[in-house]
């Protein structure tokens, strides 16, 4: 299946068309979505040790993730939340730099002021994140219309998930980039959960792409295990974005295999037995067996593959682990290009303060 | 009595408001079936069902726009805002309409509405999981603002929101939810609003603080009485209203204060509480007030202890107050 389009003027439409991805690029997209679920089961276990403060898995999501980022150009801007680890990866993110952030050391291009997964990388257009939901959505489209004056013929992409199409910005953002037909692809993780909330009670509609009609912009539902199916929707959107054809709202369904977070306890609401149902779609397992039927992978490349991306994650986090921590004084940089004198003076107290011990981190 | 935590004892105080009347219920995100993420509201929606305990889709506006309808009609709200940094899609709901309501109609429509949230760092949260944003709703004409640090108060001061006709901002201090624990009364124990708490006497200086701040206020008496000065801690308990009289007496009596809050400085409630002992109690001060509060950078990931007040930096603050004068 790869999705069926509804048209905002109403029957939904199937969409047939598949992209067309060569064995090396399904390798190359296989590759990155096993790096994702290595970095995802790695970062769960460095969190119960103590290594890193917080983590927020996206076991289950890495086909709409890679398949979006694939779809896409270095030079358009993403707009994520805080589970788009395999987003931050496909587009080039080394792992020590992902490792530097959730640490918060000293090489951290954000300055550990965050939290983990609230990346920020401006050399590949991956705009920083927050915690509140929702609030990347309006941001996209006026990212879209700034690019649309330019004529630099980009579009922006948001990330969110299903509990997202409640908030203020997801009818504030969809309204606008259907308004000014901006090149924007809004990209829904149907995850089925915000936290312990099911899809069902989130919202009366039978799908949340057709939230899209309402605004006037195409809502695509697409199988967010189907790397193709993401992919090609993700495709069509963006081709229809640069060439003037407006926003499109893709609705990837796919499970959240994990917990919400590192501080969640999912069987307080949902059974093993129903994430065991959803893990049998598993879009990993799914495309290996695609690989392997058409003879492109076999399970000795699989199990290599595997060792080496292990190793290659191990190392990345000691390195960052081994880095110096932030610099104390340095809280007191960026919260304006010129400091206020309020803030120097706090700054200089600061540094009277350290000798006593107190204020170390 | 019993020995509980302080989210248990908000738990208790919640349990009990909603066996008392009928027409109390809470709302918000993941309150019902799984507990609440910190687990205040656990047990509640297996007793009361989903009728009274509300599991809502994700909109903080939709939240307290709707506790404000159900108490417009006649109910008793107590809506439940996950962190007190997501409760700015409500921020309009809150300042525009519940706190002007009454006022707006003549008393015609009085808000019933308790608004429950953790607030306050300590917890490696980040910026949107840490801020102390008190201020914003003191300084909200029509909004009284509760804050309790230990686990009594948690259940007194919310049995008191829970009556008060008004609507009230109870914030929780999520830092010591399960890191303090004290013996709570059973049953109707409510903690009038606008009675500081006298956490420990002492002649020289007075250490104001709230929330999560009161224990390293009273750990910073501790070591300066070993050092031969003697602290007084007030735990202010309400901000809104504020307990004026006990604030004045007290620096009356020790001629110096040190306002503590993990808020930033600037136009934080320190600000205020400055001008009330400028105002009031000038001829009674001996040294500046002095503040020891949370920087004015957003609050910080890695360098969060850095930005936090504690026990040293207050005391800290409050030896140079003595020596000042
Ligand atoms: C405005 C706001 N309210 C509440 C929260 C707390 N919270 C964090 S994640 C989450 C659920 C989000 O669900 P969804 O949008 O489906 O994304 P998912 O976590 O499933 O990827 C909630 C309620 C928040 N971060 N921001
Ligand atoms: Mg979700």
Redesign the pocket.
């Known amino acids: 299946m790869t999705g069926a389009i509804a048209d905002p003027s109403g029957p939904t439409v199937e969409s047939t068309e598949v992209a067309d991805l060569t064995p090396e690029r399904l390798r190359d997209a296989y590759r990155w979505m096993v790096l994702s679920r290595t970095v995802d089961e790695r970062c769960l276990s460095l969190q119960r040790q103590g290594r890193i403060g917080f983590y927020?898995p996206l076991a289950g999501q890495e086909a709409a993730q890679v398949g979006t980022a694939l779809a896409l150009k270095p030079e358009d801007w993403i707009f994520p939340?805080?589970?788009e680890v395999a987003v931050a990866l496909v587009r080039g993110t080394p792992l020590g730099r992902v490792f530097d952030q959730m640490i918060g050391n000293a090489f951290d291009t954000s300055k550990g002021r965050q939290m983990p997964n609230h990346f920020a990388w401006r050399d590949q257009h991956y705009v920083s994140a927050s915690?509140?939901?929702?609030?990347q959505i309006t941001q996209a489209v006026g990212a879209a219309m700034a690019a649309q004056r330019r004529r630099d013929g980009i579009v922006t992409v948001t990330f969110?998930?299903?509990?997202?199409?409640s908030?203020n910005d997801f009818h504030a953002g969809l309204n606008l980039a259907g308004v000014f037909q901006t090149p924007t692809v809004f990209v829904c993780?149907?995850?089925q959960?915000?936290?312990s909330?099911p899809r069902e009670q989130?919202t009366r509609s039978a799908t949340l792409a057709e939230k899209g009609s309402a605004y006037g912009i195409p809502g695509v539902v697409v199988d967010g295990n189907n790397l193709r199916a993401v992919y090609t929707a993700v495709s069509e959107a963006r081709r229809r974005a640069v060439s003037g054809g407006g926003p499109t709202l893709i609705e990837a369904l796919v499970y959240?295999f994990g917990p919400?977070?590192t501080s969640d306890d999912p069987r307080r609401y949902r059974t093993d037995q129903q994430v065991a149902a959803a893990k049998e779609r598993d879009p990993i397992a799914l495309l290996r067996a695609e690989l392997i039927e058409s003879g492109d992978w076999d399970a000795a490349r699989d199990a290599q593959l595997l060792e080496r991306l292990r190793a290659e994650v191990a190392t990345a986090f000691e390195a960052s682990e081994a880095a110096p921590p932030v610099d104390p004084a340095s809280l007191f940089d960026d919260v304006f290009l010129t400091p206020t004198p309020r803030l120097e003076e706090e700054r200089r107290e600061f540094a009277e303060r350290e000798p006593m011990g107190g204020p170390r981190p | 009595m019993t020995e509980l935590t302080l989210v248990q004892a908000v738990n208790r105080g919640l349990h009990e408001a909603m066996r008392q009347d009928p027409e109390v219920l809470v709302l918000g995100?993941?309150v019902g079936v799984n507990g609440g993420?910190f687990r205040a509201t656990e047990g509640l929606y297996k007793e009361f069902g989903a009728d009274r305990v509300i599991d809502t889709p994700?909109s903080?506006t939709g939240i307290i726009g709707a506790a404000i309808g159900m108490a417009l009609y006649g109910l008793k709200p107590i809506a439940e805002?996950?962190?007190l940094?997501?409760i700015?899609?409500a921020f309009d709901q809150i300042v525009s309409e519940l706190a002007k309501f009454r006022y707006r109609s003549g008393g015609q429509y009085p808000c019933h509405v308790v608004v429950r949230a953790p607030y306050g760092g300590g917890v490696k949260g980040g910026l949107?999981h840490s801020q102390s944003t008190e201020a914003y709703f003191a300084h909200t004409a029509g909004l009284k603002v509760a804050i309790p640090s230990t686990p009594a108060d948690a259940k007194g001061l919310l049995l008191t929101a829970v009556h008060d006709p008004d609507p009230v901002i109870f914030l929780e201090p999520k830092r010591i939810y399960r890191a303090v624990t004290g013996e709570v009364p059973d049953g109707d124990h409510r903690v009038p609003f606008g009675q500081a708490r006298l956490v420990r006497e002492g002649n020289d200086v007075t250490l104001f603080a709230y929330g999560a701040m009161v224990g390293p206020a009273a750990e910073a008496a501790e070591a300066l009485a070993a050092e031969g000065i003697s602290a007084e801690v007030l735990d202010l308990r309400t901000l809104v209203p504020l307990d004026e009289r006990a604030i004045l007496a007290s620096v009356e009596k020790t001629g110096r204060a040190v306002i503590v809050h993990e808020a930033a400085r600037t136009c934080g409630f320190g600000a205020e509480l400055s001008a009330v002992l400028a105002e009031k109690a000038f001829y009674s001060l001996r040294a500046p007030v002095a503040r020891v509060t949370g920087y004015d950078t957003p609050f910080p990931y890695a360098l969060e202890q850095a930005y936090l007040p504690n026990g040293e930096t207050i005391a800290h603050a409050a030896r140079t107050t003595v020596r000042a004068g």
């Open positions: 927020a939340a805080y589970r915690s509140p939901i929702g609030t969110f998930g299903d509990g997202a199409t908030s993780q149907n995850n959960w915000a936290i909330l989130q959240r919400h977070s | 995100e993941d993420v994700l903080e805002i996950q962190f940094d997501f700015y899609p949107y």
